[in-house]
């Protein structure tokens, strides 16, 4: 079974500052996706970052890194220089090869304080 | 075109009637996704299409009813639901297929069931 894990369920940051957010998961399959998404209070579901289990470096993008420990299987996110606009709801989601199923973790809600 | 688009944004119904959500997306994906939302939970997997064919249904109540016109139309048909159906529905896609696929979604639609 495939299990995704966020123990944070609420996360406080100051503007301008870097934060990480927490994700770990649990499967026996070797070939898997890990995916974040944002959520602002309008409902999207906005994709931010993608990193593939064989991926041998951690995946960027922008304001936005992975810290990809296969051995610990976490998957946390990294935002650095936090903005007011970062706050919101963030999903870490992992999928199967070729299988169109997320396993979505509970979310962890990031409050930026100006 | 990386858009999904979802109408209506809001739509309250009684537990008698009989509405539709509608999703569209015109990126060529050939897959596409029906999820549920609560408040401050992550989203729900419902149904999944591949190529225009029902391929996941998560044991979703028959008041639940999905439907695939073409490759870029995905419908919900509502009836007969109930108060507890209040939610936010959102619509994905993704590529079919390929390995990892991220999904793009739609802004949702806020159900409420009076």
């Known amino acids: 079974a495939q299990k995704i894990t966020q123990t944070q369920p609420g996360m406080f940051v100051q503007e301008k500052e870097a934060v990480t957010l927490d994700c770990t998961y649990d499967?026996?399959?070797?070939?898997?996706?890990l995916f974040w998404y944002k959520q602002p209070s309008s409902g999207e579901m906005i994709f931010l970052i993608y990193?593939?289990?064989?991926?041998?470096q951690n995946a960027t993008e922008g304001r936005y890194s992975l810290n990809f420990q296969k051995a610990r299987k976490s998957a946390n996110l990294v935002i650095s220089a936090s903005q007011l606009g970062d706050s919101a709801m963030y999903f870490c989601a992992m999928s199967l090869y070729n299988f169109n199923k997320f396993y979505f973790g509970s979310g962890t809600k990031l409050n930026v304080k100006p | 075109d990386t858009e999904v688009t979802q109408t209506p944004k809001h739509l309250v119904m009684g537990m008698t009637n009989k509405k539709s959500l509608k999703c569209e997306q015109h990126m060529g994906h050939r897959a596409m996704y029906w999820y549920k939302q609560k408040a401050k939970k992550p989203p729900e997997l419902m149904f999944v299409y591949s190529y225009e064919k029902l391929s996941i249904n998560e044991s979703v109540p028959s008041r639940f009813s999905p439907e695939c016109p073409n490759s870029s139309l995905l419908n919900l048909h509502l009836h007969a639901l109930q108060p507890e159906d209040s939610a936010l529905y959102l619509c994905?896609?993704?590529?079919?297929?390929?390995?990892?696929?991220?999904?793009?979604f739609g802004p949702g639609t806020r159900l409420t069931v009076l």
């Open positions: 994905a896609s993704s590529q079919e297929g390929q390995g990892y696929n991220e999904q793009f």
């Open positions: 990193q593939g289990s064989y991926d041998q």
């Open positions: 499967t026996s399959d070797p070939s898997y996706g």
